[in-house]
């Protein structure tokens, strides 16, 4: 699967792996960024899932929405879970007791990756297991009620960062995982996002097929916790990525490289979106349009042009 | 045909533990290396890098992700072992629960040890008796030999298809893993013969027919699940004892749930677990020599809990001392209880006396465990006691 990725090309070949009938809420992206990243090999996948949003939705007992080997143990150690399956692949395989060509993937939200996952996924991505690890980053911990993260943007408000008559929500930004995966040394990380699939399932057939550890940081609007209408998902999706917010870039082999929207941003076709347009779309920012608030919005802006400008360096270098 | 027992050697248990592992030639072997449990995880590394087994060896960076590629990798169908103690055995602790509810036969060497705080690296039963409710099954060694053979007894129970949970194999910290003795091992072919092959029954790797492992419960399927996980353990009790006699065949050296030392015509009969059983049974002959009738046992199986044994044991006895090398803060030692609840569905009940002993290493000669038959025929004991402890 290494040329070109074409619409008939996914039309045609891939099964579907996440069967429709789960319990993900309507215009969740979490389910179509799945099924976007599994497109990514015509392999036998097995699955592993950190506990999240994604997990409980799609297994619950005793119904199954998967086609192919699934597995979950716990919220922290998605990384550790997914590299048992492939070191007993590997074990086995060695052994001649299977001869199958198998992918694995770990599925994880941004709490079970930013936060109580981050060691696991580290020790995984150090000791260079076969795998690759998405991120299904909604900024916050959506599954348990909309608490803050650390993936979570400075200025929103969540059940445990409100904003108030004197706090204007989170008060830090985002950290930048994607950096820490990078520094790494793995073979490829990339950022996607699901308004994108061309762009999110050629990065994962990269990913599958890098032959070492990967990790992919896909931001997953999530109507609920961002307070936006269900069927806006794929279009603040894109926003993400027009704000500069969520760039589009990709890391093979320690190489930066930007792609699609985010190329052409930097290639100055297309003008770069102030961060107005992203706060008015979601109503966890809605408190930000007040007026003292103005401010933390001029911070925000510093701050994602900080990133991006690094980010172009990066890419340029 | 080469004789099924080796040649005696001096081991100590760390390494006799991974002899047994090396003969067994697990798949997988996963494990985050701390002291005292280290010298199996060294050992073992070394067969790995001699291509002395076909294992994958994996150093992991925590215990917590040491029972998590355990669990999975044994869910995608590989036979796997780990070892750890003490904190490590805590921070595992999530993993405990739900590497038995997914019905894996992960095998887990325990170097007993005490758990901070405050910080203390010796021997005591502080990590395995929090790890008691989680549905493992929990064998204990006594000596190295011990150790050695409930290795290779430990995989034959955990992996009967009507058991399916993992193990805990225990062996006193320092004490055990640090001591050489000598040992008899077994013969490499009669040791696979004996464990034999692995035969998952629902492994994550047949891609061929896809299952999904370790889903979520509502209030419906949570509580019928936990009950499988109680007949399994039922069934335990009757694998156990099968497996004990099979082991006899090839070693010579018998094994059973509740291990008795001169407890028939006692009228005073101590339980305890681990190394210190050695300790008591010479506490045994220096009191008998005296004309005292006493006894002592150690329930080999502590998972499942051999209620009928113990209740069978204790039967007609003056009374029943039980030994806990570890405290419930505000109630007991984790075995008074369970001694008492098995005789007392079982028939009349003796008097009952709990003696904590030998926390956090603390030593406990043969002197001490005679001072404790001696305090209870004098009538002075209290129903719970502190070995040594000044109150």
Do not use: H, Q, V, W
């Given at each position: 699967m290494s040329a070109p990725l074409t619409l008939k090309e996914l039309n045609k070949d891939?099964?579907?792996?996440l069967a429709s009938g789960h319990r993900l809420c309507a215009g969740c992206a979490e389910g179509i960024i799945a099924r976007q990243i599994l497109m990514g090999t015509d392999k036998d996948v097995i699955v592993s899932c950190s506990t999240g949003c994604f997990e409980v939705s799609t297994t619950i007992f005793p119904y199954t929405s998967w086609n192919v080997p699934m597995i979950h143990t716990a919220f922290g150690n998605g990384a550790a879970g997914c590299a048992g399956v492939e070191t007993a692949y590997r074990s086995l395989k060695r052994q001649g007791k299977i001869d199958k060509d198998i992918k694995f993937v770990n599925f994880a939200g941004d709490g079970a990756t930013y936060d109580i996952g981050l060691q696991a996924l580290s020790g995984a991505m150090e000791r260079g297991h076969d795998m690759l690890f998405v991120c299904l980053n909604?900024?916050?911990?959506?599954?348990?009620?909309?608490q803050s993260s650390s993936a979570t943007a400075k200025g929103a408000s969540t059940t445990t960062s409100w904003n108030g008559a004197v706090a204007y929500g989170k008060k830090e930004a985002s950290k930048d995982v994607t950096a820490i995966m990078v520094a790494h040394n793995i073979p490829y990380v990339a950022q996607v996002a699901p308004h994108n699939w061309k762009d999110l399932v050629g990065k994962a057939r990269k990913a599958f097929e890098c032959g070492g550890p990967s990790f992919i940081n896909a931001l997953s609007p999530c109507p609920r916790g961002w307070?936006?209408?269900?069927?806006d998902t794929i279009s603040i999706s894109k926003l993400a990525v027009e704000t500069c917010v969520w760039p589009l870039f990709e890391v093979v082999d320690g190489e930066y490289a930007l792609s699609s929207e985010s190329q052409r941003i930097a290639d100055g076709k297309v003008e770069k979106k102030p961060i107005t347009d992203w706060i008015d779309a979601q109503g966890r920012f809605k408190h930000l349009k007040d007026e003292r608030w103005s401010n933390i919005v001029e911070e925000i802006q510093a701050d994602v042009d900080k990133r991006w400008n690094k980010l172009l360096k990066l890419c340029s270098l | 045909m080469s004789s099924k027992v080796g040649t005696d050697i001096a081991i100590n248990g760390d390494g006799a533990v991974a002899l047994a592992w090396k003969q067994i030639n697990p798949d997988v072997v996963a494990a985050y290396p701390i002291t005292p449990q280290t010298i199996i995880v060294e050992d073992f590394s070394k067969y790995v890098a001699n291509g002395e087994v076909d294992t994958e060896f994996i150093d992991v960076e925590s215990e917590h992700s040491a029972l998590t590629l355990c669990s999975t990798s044994s869910s995608a169908g590989a036979r796997t072992f780990t070892a750890t103690a003490s904190q490590g055995l805590a921070y595992m602790w999530e993993m405990l629960p739900i590497t038995a509810a997914m019905r894996v036969p992960v095998m887990m060497a325990v170097a007993n040890r005490t758990v901070s705080g405050p910080i203390n690296i010796n021997n005591d039963h502080g990590d395995v008796m929090s790890a008691r409710d989680t549905g493992w099954l929990s064998i204990f060694a006594e000596n190295v030999q011990e150790a050695y053979d409930m290795s290779i007894i430990g995989p034959r129970i955990a992996e009967h298809h009507e058991v399916q949970l993992p193990i805990l194999v225990n062996l006193d910290g320092f004490?055990?893993?640090h001591a050489i003795e000598r040992m008899t091992p077994l013969d490499t072919q009669h040791v696979r013969d004996f464990v034999g092959e692995f035969k998952p029954l629902y492994p994550l790797l047949d891609t061929d027919h896809p299952v999904t492992h370790n889903l979520m419960d509502g209030p419906l399927f949570y509580f019928p699940h936990k009950y499988q996980m109680v007949v399994a353990m039922n069934k335990a009790l009757d694998v156990a004892r099968e497996v004990f006699a099979e082991f006899a065949k090839i070693s010579g050296r018998e094994y059973h749930m509740v291990e008795e030392y001169r407890c028939d015509d006692a009228d005073y009969i101590a339980i305890v677990l681990g190394s210190s059983f050695g300790t008591m049974k010479q506490a045994v002959d220096n009191l008998r020599d005296e004309g005292m009738k006493v006894g002592v046992a150690m329930p080999r199986v502590y998972r499942p809990w051999p209620a009928d044994e113990i209740a069978a044991l204790c039967k007609g006895k003056k009374a029943v001392i039980v030994m806990d090398r570890h405290l419930s803060i505000g109630a007991y030692g984790p075995m008074f209880p369970e001694v008492c609840a098995s005789i007392a569905v079982n028939g009349k009940m003796p008097e009952m006396y709990n003696f904590i002993y030998g926390?956090?290493?603390a030593d406990t000669m043969v002197s001490d465990f005679m001072s404790v038959y001696k305090t209870v025929e004098a009538g002075k004991a209290n129903t719970i006691n502190y070995l040594g402890v000044k109150e």
């Open positions: 891939i099964p579907d792996r909604n900024e916050a911990y959506m599954n348990t009620g909309i307070r936006f209408d269900s069927k | 004490i055990l893993t926390l956090g290493g």
